[in-house]
């Protein structure tokens, strides 16, 4: 009959003295206390692993760091792996990786993983609005925390604080952000749930705002405005450039001469400069190129339409336009963005086919046939809504800044 090891007690491990050699006390089912000769105290446990039966000895910690108590749970935890075939060494490796890659996994290193796989379906000012909100609003509080620690409480706790000041769109974005993030962490293999999957229900709903913009019979008050303005003649072309064209600010002042096809009339603007990520081909109505005109009296030389005046090998800030439009009386009233919604209701109420309009706006269809169509057919039917409507602009203007012309203005559907 096998001899049984009498279990270690707390006051013969404090008593035990170094030795000449290192030598070992049993507590039994293979933990071992592994007295050395400089005294220190090792737990040990020793065990035959699955399949190969060849005995191993794995280090279970310092005593007193760790206790008899603490040292016989993970004895029992070991057991019960290999009492399942997994050898005990192999899971704590395992685990020892899994804490060292959460450690590295913080939810900040996560989400600028998630930010670059966007880069190429974005533009780069949008990239960059991101970007910042990311390290303003969610790195300092989350940013250095491993991502396999949150939960919806680690994000609801910080969003009720920007909630609190009543900014419920920001709360709304940085909620669907987080969760773009956490599903990425969940297919990127590192997380198996995405905890913050509806957090954005918790929260109060912003009400939705449209950019402030005028109505069609206000389109003359603007024109007005624009010819008395005392402002920069660049400023001025800028903003009927983006108007005659129906574009959005950054795509209206980030126009280089290289996208303009005199021969043509058209205007291509790049997929990289676009919100959709789809190429955009603009007919440039007579009014539109006289505006290039002038246009190429002052940056003719150089690679932007509209350079700006700090440094002009780069484009005017998209924000100039806003500015104009306030100190012309327009605060709260209208903003640049708002002119695209003034140039659709007033092509809508005129009875153009409102497909041709979206495809004026560079609005994408979610139908991918429809889509299809649109950009393979509405290039020559957007050539006549263009028309029309850069004449009606200059038909609204006294003392227009290009040259007037009789107005030959006719819905076409």
């Avoid at 994000?155 to 709304?172: D, N, Q, W």
């Avoid at 126009?255 to 205007?267: L, P």
């Amino acid at each position: 009959m096998a001899n049984k090891t009498a279990p270690l007690t707390d006051t013969e491990i404090r008593q035990a003295k170094a030795k000449e050699k290192e030598y070992n006390l049993g507590d039994g089912k293979g933990l071992l206390l592994r007295i050395k000769p400089n005294g220190s105290k090792l737990w040990l446990f020793n065990y035959q692993r699955p399949y190969t039966k060849k005995r191993a000895v794995l280090s279970v910690g310092s005593y007193p760091e760790v206790s008899l108590k603490q040292a016989r749970q993970t004895r029992l935890k070991y057991r019960e792996l290999l009492a399942n075939d997994v050898d005990p060494k192999d899971y704590k490796q395992e685990q020892e990786a899994q804490a060292k890659e959460a450690l590295t996994n913080t939810f900040e290193h996560v989400a600028n993983l998630w930010l670059e796989s966007k880069r190429d379906t974005i533009t780069s000012g949008h990239f960059q609005q991101v970007k910042r909100s990311l390290e303003k609003d969610l790195f300092p509080s989350l940013g250095k925390k491993p991502i396999s620690t949150l939960k919806a409480t680690s994000f609801i706790t910080l969003l009720r604080s920007i909630e609190a000041k009543g900014s419920l769109e920001t709360v709304k974005r940085l909620s669907q952000r987080i969760n773009n993030i956490m599903n990425y962490a969940v297919n990127y293999g590192l997380i198996e749930v995405n905890p913050a999957q509806a957090i954005g229900e918790v929260f109060k709903k912003p009400k939705k705002k449209h950019y402030p913009t005028l109505k069609p019979e206000q389109l003359p008050d603007l024109m007005k405005a624009l010819n008395t303005a005392s402002i920069q003649l660049q400023t001025r072309c800028l903003i009927e450039w983006q108007l005659h064209t129906i574009t959005r600010p950054s795509e209206a002042s980030g126009t280089k001469w290289s996208e303009i096809d005199f021969k043509q009339k058209t205007w291509t603007i790049p997929a990289e400069r676009m919100k959709s990520r789809i190429e955009h081909i603009i007919p440039l109505s007579e009014q539109a190129l006289a505006l290039l005109d002038i246009m190429k009296s002052i940056n003719g030389n150089r690679q932007h339409v509209f350079s700006s005046r700090i440094n002009p090998k780069k484009p005017m800030n998209s924000a100039t336009a806003n500015v104009a439009l306030k100190r012309m009386g327009f605060r709260g009233v209208l903003v640049s963005h708002g002119l695209r919604a003034l140039a659709s209701t007033t092509l809508n109420e005129q009875g153009f086919n409102s497909d041709v309009i979206e495809a004026c706006l560079a609005h994408i269809d979610k139908n991918e046939v429809r889509k299809a169509y649109n950009r393979s057919t509405y290039l020559e039917q957007r050539i006549k809504v263009m028309t029309w409507w850069s004449e009606h602009i200059e038909s609204t203007s006294q003392n227009h800044l290009l040259t007037t012309k009789k107005s030959r203005l006719k819905v076409v559907t």
